[in-house]
T-cell receptor, first 115, second 114 residues
Framework: ETGVTQSPTHLIKTRGQQVTLRCSSQ?????VSWYQQALGQGPQFIFQYYREEENGRGNFPPRFSGLQFPNYSSELNVNALELDDSALYLC??????????????FGPGTRLLVL | AQSVSQHNHHVILSEAASLELGCNYS??????LFWYVQYPGQHLQLLLK??????LVKGIKGFEAEFIKSKFSFNLRKPSVQWSDTAEYFCAVIPGNQGGKLIFGQGTELSVKP
C-alpha cells in the first residue's frame, strides 16, 4: 500500500453532469498528480498540483479542473461530462524536491462511468 | 510529441522462462525512467526507477532494467518468471524539462502459465 487514498471507488454519472473526485496524499508528500486511464491504455497525465498551485497540465480541456488544499489533499473536478470521460482516474502523490528525481506513488483509482 | 512505446501488448510465458519487455521513448534530453506494475485488482506499484548513475537498475521481486541512452531504451528483464508475476507492466518517462509529468506507454500484459 502506498498510503494514497481516493474516493469514491466507483461512480456512475450521466452526460452533462459534474463530478468531483478526491485524493489524500501520502504522509510527507507535497505534490499530487492526476491521470486518466482509459480501458486498455496507459495513464494519461491531466495535471499536477504543488503547494496548492497547478504545476503542469496535459492535453485536457478546461472543464477538467483541480484543487490542492493546505494539507496537500486534492480534488479533480470534471464539468459537462461526456461519454468519453468514462475511465479510471488515478491520483499519485510525490515529494517535489529541487533538482527533480520525483517518484510518484499511486492510489487505487476512481472508476467513473458516464451514461 | 514525446511518447513511450512498449513493443508487446501481450506476452505469454511458462514459469521459469526469462522475460524481457521492451520500452523506447522519444525525447533527446535528460530523462527519469520508471517501470510500474499493476497486479490484477490492485493499484499501480513502482517496480524500479532510473534517475542517473549505473544504467543497470535493480528493482523489487527480482526485476531489473537497463537504460541504453543511445537506443532511447529502458527494457525490463527478469531471469525466471513466476506465476505471481502475471500482471500489466507500464514503462513511464519524465522528460527532464517536464516537471512531474509521467508519460506512460500503453502497457504490456504478462500472463505466466504455471
Amino acid at each position: 500500500e502506498t498510503g494514497v487514498t481516493q474516493s469514491p471507488t466507483h461512480l456512475i454519472k450521466t452526460r452533462g453532469q459534474q463530478v468531483t473526485l478526491r485524493c489524500s496524499s501520502q504522509s510527507g508528500h507535497n505534490t499530487v498528480s492526476w491521470y486518466q486511464q482509459a480501458l486498455g491504455q496507459g495513464p494519461q497525465f491531466i495535471f499536477q498540483y504543488y503547494r496548492e498551485e497547478e504545476n503542469g497540465r496535459g492535453n485536457f480541456p478546461p472543464r477538467f479542473s483541480g484543487l490542492q488544499f493546505p494539507n496537500y489533499s486534492s480534488e479533480l473536478n470534471v464539468n459537462a461530462l461526456e461519454l468519453d470521460d468514462s475511465a479510471l482516474y488515478l491520483c499519485a502523490s510525490s515529494l517535489n524536491l529541487a533538482g527533480g528525481h520525483e517518484t510518484q506513488y499511486f492510489g487505487p483509482g476512481t472508476r467513473l462511468l458516464v451514461l | 510529441a514525446q511518447s513511450v512505446s512498449q513493443h508487446n501488448h501481450h506476452v505469454i510465458l511458462s514459469e521459469a522462462a526469462s522475460l524481457e519487455l521492451g520500452c523506447n521513448y522519444s525525447y533527446g534530453g535528460t530523462v527519469n525512467l520508471f517501470w510500474y506494475v499493476q497486479y490484477p485488482g490492485q493499484h499501480l506499484q513502482l517496480l524500479l526507477k532510473y534517475f542517473s548513475g549505473d544504467p543497470l537498475v535493480k528493482g523489487i521481486k527480482g526485476f531489473e532494467a537497463e537504460f541504453i541512452k543511445s537506443k532511447f531504451s529502458f527494457n525490463l528483464r527478469k531471469p525466471s518468471v513466476q506465476w505471481s508475476d502475471t500482471a500489466e507492466y507500464f514503462c513511464a518517462v519524465i522528460p527532464g524539462n517536464q516537471g512531474g509529468k509521467l508519460i506512460f506507454g500503453q502497457g504490456t500484459e504478462l500472463s505466466v502459465k504455471p
